[in-house]
């Protein structure tokens, strides 16, 4: 450095003294000397330039993902397919896992990027077992109510679902073996075990307020092959006026799904599930109300014996304040019970149409995977994975 320091005191000098100006040699060597210094500044700067650019496209590349998800989730499937089909994008439909794949659609970036996006919706995630570690939504037919009166109403089915596969949790603790419970949630197991809820509505009358207060009351007891029991309970409060209609609405998924059969159809079994519901009014006599209580089962796919027919509730494992549902008379009650549950041909007692149309037996949630690579290029810029 001291060296390089006396070469451009030198220079300088002659500049300023030596008429002669300076040697092309020199000029040469200046510019060399220059070169040498200034290299490793330039590549850094344009190494920079390529950094920023990079994660730019990436930037970009990941707001297209996010916006394509977007625009899945607000069509229908049967849509998504016609339009990305009009649009000469190639849509692959796996008739054995239900999963649609649409691939390389065209998206201009916000730097005018040329991106190539690909769109998968698999529904096997949520559907396939109970080792599965997602929500088995998929697994089961849902009906619709045809007619909730508003929001304010009582829904009743986290309450009675929340424990349906948690049987390693409750049955911790209990007499069975330790092996029977790390496995409790296996088919083999699971299919020795029988769910029976009582439902206790109590309802008071507040004669100051006007109100009507109901606490309701779920005990959900799971019995490991006619032995071991283990019940758990949830419960809710609710205020009605007395103008408004007092509705509680039930939706049951089905928790034996693995039974042999107890009698039913050649497109059905029923299954060993049993619910009773007790209604108690406590307040003044003059001032009952009428209680409408709505129950909607969830067909199931049998996976036990005779895999592939539908499992249902026998409607005779119905009570309603210890009576057989077939037996109860809805109408001459202050407590009106309305079901899907079993036939309605032949048990139903009342002509309420429960639900609209026929059980949900489409796909209903698909996990959504988006790859967005850039034209010409097989590196992946941004993905992004959500449901749809």
């Given at each position: 450095?001291?060296?390089?320091?006396?070469?451009?005191?030198?220079?300088?000098?002659?500049?300023?003294?030596?008429?002669?100006?300076?040697?092309?040699?020199?000029?040469?060597?200046?510019?060399?000397?220059?070169a040498i210094i200034s290299t490793p500044l330039i590549n850094s700067f344009i190494n920079a330039i390529k950094v920023n650019g990079q994660a730019r496209i990436i930037q970009n590349g990941t707001s297209v993902a996010q916006d394509m998800a977007e625009v899945f989730k607000v069509f229908e499937v049967e849509q998504l397919v016609k339009n990305y089909e009009d649009q000469g994008v190639e849509v692959i439909y796996d008739?054995?896992?239900?999963?649609?794949?649409?691939?390389?659609?065209?998206?201009?970036?916000?730097?005018?990027?040329?991106?190539?996006?690909?769109?998968?919706?698999?529904?096997?995630?949520y559907a396939g077992g109970l080792e599965s570690d997602k929500l088995q939504v998929n697994d089961v037919n849902l009906p619709v109510f045809s007619g909730l009166y508003g929001s304010d109403c009582v829904m009743l089915y986290r309450q009675y679902a929340s424990f349906d596969e948690q049987l390693m949790e409750i049955f911790a603790g209990t007499t069975l073996d330790n092996n029977i419970v790390k496995n409790i949630n296996?088919?083999?197991?699971?299919?020795?075990?029988?769910?029976?809820?009582?439902?206790?509505?109590?309802?008071?009358?507040?004669?100051?307020?006007?109100?009507?207060?109901?606490d309701i009351k779920l005990n959900m007891t799971y019995t490991?092959?006619?032995?071991?029991?283990?019940?758990?309970?949830?419960?809710?409060?609710k205020s009605y006026s007395g103008d408004e209609?007092?509705?509680?609405?039930?939706?049951?998924?089905?928790?034996?799904?693995?039974?042999?059969?107890?009698?039913?159809?050649?497109?059905?079994?029923?299954?060993?599930?049993?619910?009773?519901?007790?209604?108690?009014?406590?307040?003044?006599?003059?001032?009952?109300?009428?209680?409408?209580?709505?129950i909607a089962e969830q067909q199931a796919t049998n996976i036990?014996?005779?895999?592939?027919?539908?499992?249902?509730i026998n409607p005779r494992n119905l009570y309603i304040n210890g009576v057989d549902y077939t037996m109860y008379n809805t109408e001459s009650e202050r407590l009106k019970v309305y079901t899907n549950i079993g036939d309605?041909?032949?048990?139903?007692?009342?002509?309420?149409?429960l639900t609209y149309g026929?059980?949900?037996?489409?796909i209903a949630l698909y996990e959504m995977n988006v790859t967005v690579t850039e034209e010409g290029s097989t590196d992946t810029v941004a993905t992004f994975t959500t449901t749809k």
């Amino acid at each position: 450095m001291v060296k390089l320091k006396g070469f451009f005191k030198k220079i300088r000098r002659q500049f300023n003294s030596d008429n002669r100006g300076v040697s092309l040699v020199e000029i040469l060597a200046t510019v060399a000397i220059i070169a040498i210094i200034s290299t490793p500044l330039i590549n850094s700067f344009i190494n920079a330039i390529k950094v920023n650019g990079q994660a730019r496209i990436i930037q970009n590349g990941t707001s297209v993902a996010q916006d394509m998800a977007e625009v899945f989730k607000v069509f229908e499937v049967e849509q998504l397919v016609k339009n990305y089909e009009d649009q000469g994008v190639e849509v692959i439909y796996d008739e054995t896992t239900g999963k649609y794949t649409f691939s390389n659609i065209a998206v201009e970036g916000a730097d005018g990027e040329d991106f190539l996006v690909t769109v998968e919706l698999d529904p096997t995630t949520y559907a396939g077992g109970l080792e599965s570690d997602k929500l088995q939504v998929n697994d089961v037919n849902l009906p619709v109510f045809s007619g909730l009166y508003g929001s304010d109403c009582v829904m009743l089915y986290r309450q009675y679902a929340s424990f349906d596969e948690q049987l390693m949790e409750i049955f911790a603790g209990t007499t069975l073996d330790n092996n029977i419970v790390k496995n409790i949630n296996t088919d083999a197991e699971r299919r020795k075990i029988t769910k029976s809820t009582d439902i206790i509505v109590n309802c008071d009358y507040n004669s100051t307020s006007e109100k009507y207060f109901y606490d309701i009351k779920l005990n959900m007891t799971y019995t490991y092959d006619y032995g071991v029991s283990v019940t758990v309970t949830k419960s809710m409060e609710k205020s009605y006026s007395g103008d408004e209609i007092h509705n509680i609405y039930m939706i049951c998924p089905i928790f034996d799904k693995y039974s042999i059969g107890f009698g039913g159809t050649e497109e059905f079994f029923y299954n060993s599930d049993k619910i009773n519901i007790t209604y108690n009014y406590t307040g003044n006599i003059d001032n009952e109300h009428d209680l409408y209580f709505y129950i909607a089962e969830q067909q199931a796919t049998n996976i036990g014996y005779d895999a592939g027919k539908l499992m249902r509730i026998n409607p005779r494992n119905l009570y309603i304040n210890g009576v057989d549902y077939t037996m109860y008379n809805t109408e001459s009650e202050r407590l009106k019970v309305y079901t899907n549950i079993g036939d309605k041909d032949t048990t139903f007692s009342n002509s309420y149409d429960l639900t609209y149309g026929d059980y949900n037996t489409g796909i209903a949630l698909y996990e959504m995977n988006v790859t967005v690579t850039e034209e010409g290029s097989t590196d992946t810029v941004a993905t992004f994975t959500t449901t749809k």
